[in-house]
């Protein structure tokens, strides 16, 4: 599955932003999809996953109440809703494909070319 994610920019603090994730190839809805992001000099941290019928997500504590992840499976597209964004959101964001939702990356099979979001206090 091909993956390509869009929607990063330039935000304020407090801020609103909304990623998307689009799907080609293999059937989208076989696949539980995850987003992860990366700031400059740290490593890839998960941040939301949901599972292939959208039943289920997982988020991480960082962005809990903040970040909401949702899918169109009609669409082959899995979105990534930003709210109340601080500086620490920065980072380049990529969407993955997965067998199960899971937080963890290595269990990620496919990614996304990311998306970079930056925040500005």
């Known amino acids: 599955v091909q993956l390509q994610a869009s929607g990063g920019g330039l935000v304020q603090a407090g801020g609103s932003l909304r990623l998307s994730c689009a799907a080609s190839g293999r059937t989208f809805s076989s696949y539980a999809m995850g987003w992860f992001r990366q700031a400059p000099g740290k490593e890839r941290e998960f941040v939301v996953a949901?599972?292939?019928?959208?039943?289920?997500?997982y988020t991480a504590d960082s962005v809990k109440g903040r970040f909401t992840i949702s899918r169109d499976n009609a669409k082959n597209t899995v979105y990534l809703q930003m709210n109340s964004l601080k500086p620490e959101d920065t980072g380049v964001y990529y969407c993955a494909a997965a067998v199960g939702a899971t937080p963890h990356i290595s269990q990620y099979d496919y990614w996304g070319q990311g998306t970079l979001v930056t925040v500005s206090s």
């Open positions: 949901i599972t292939r019928s959208g039943g289920s997500t």
